[in-house]
């Protein structure tokens, strides 16, 4: 994999497109879960990925790190360019992508195991020193070393759920990756929780590209830069799988869209 530029700090809106997906079609087996999306993400911003149940966002994140070729059966055509380079072109090892792109689940999954070796784990398998002071500049770095400094050998499950999900962004950023994906991070938490992964969420831009999916409108105007529309498609012939409407800055998404249905979803006439 190529390497990323070096980063700078605070250039959210100025960065070069870590992503250049073009054409991209998915598919499960012989059924078709996206159709011809071409977006373009830049570095240091966070882009929000939005639209109803079943229209392909989710389908979409994984295709970013490649996490669906963990699913038999799935193919896809199109390229996904990251810092220049197609991840699935035939010499790119799917499991560096993965180190590269990190991933934070719907569900807080810690492994089974200390909050110390949640972190541990993927930096030494990663071939990182898990010092004393690697682990507490991550912990830091999520906004949970305060909470669990005196805690660090007990078990992650022991935590609240908002904590289990930042010690799972802490176990992804651990790693030291260019890219985070969210999938929906917040929709099992509660408010007070949500509202600490969303500050978490602007301070790490700083440093990382975030891609996120959320079906909470509110939360995608209050930390996104760019959002993305994904609406369904192909109803009428039968057929069910997802489209990208239209993409660009967030405000301008949500104050003044372009398509009809961007504007219906945003508003809650439909989805």
Excluded at 65 to 76: E, K, Q, S, V
Excluded at 168 to 189: F, G, K, N, T, Y
Aim: aromatic share 8%; net charge negative.
């Amino acid at each position: 994999m190529p390497q990323a530029a070096q980063r700078v700090p605070g250039t959210s809106g100025n960065g070069p497109d870590v992503y250049d997906i073009r054409d991209l079609n998915f598919f499960y087996g012989k059924n078709q879960a996206l159709s011809d999306t071409s977006l373009s993400i830049k570095e240091n911003e966070i882009t929000a990925l939005i639209g109803p149940s079943g229209c392909g966002k989710s389908t979409f994140l994984r295709c970013l790190n490649r996490m669906n070729d963990l699913i038999p059966g799935t193919r896809h055509e199109g390229q996904v360019h990251f810092h220049g380079q197609d991840i699935y072109a035939s010499n790119i090892d799917p499991v560096d992508v993965r180190r590269r792109i990190g991933m934070v689940f719907q569900k807080p999954n810690p492994f089974p195991k200390s909050i110390r070796d949640n972190l541990a784990f993927g930096m030494k398998v990663n071939g990182m020193k898990a010092t004393d002071e690697a682990i507490e500049r991550v912990l830091r770095r999520s906004a949970l070393w305060d909470e669990v400094k005196d805690k660090l050998d007990q078990d992650a499950f022991a935590l609240s759920g908002g904590q289990q999900q930042r010690l799972c962004i802490a176990r992804a950023i651990a790693v030291e990756p260019d890219v985070i994906l969210m999938d929906e991070p917040c929709s099992a938490l509660d408010p007070i929780s949500t509202l600490a992964i969303e500050e978490l969420m602007r301070e790490l831009r700083e440093t990382y590209t975030i891609v996120i999916v959320t079906h909470n409108m509110q939360q995608a105007a209050r930390v996104s830069d760019k959002t993305a529309f994904f609406t369904v498609a192909g109803m009428d012939q039968g057929d069910r799988y997802g489209v990208l409407v239209e993409s660009g800055d967030t405000q301008q998404l949500f104050q003044a869209p372009e398509d009809e249905r961007t504007s219906d979803y945003i508003t809650g006439r439909f989805g």
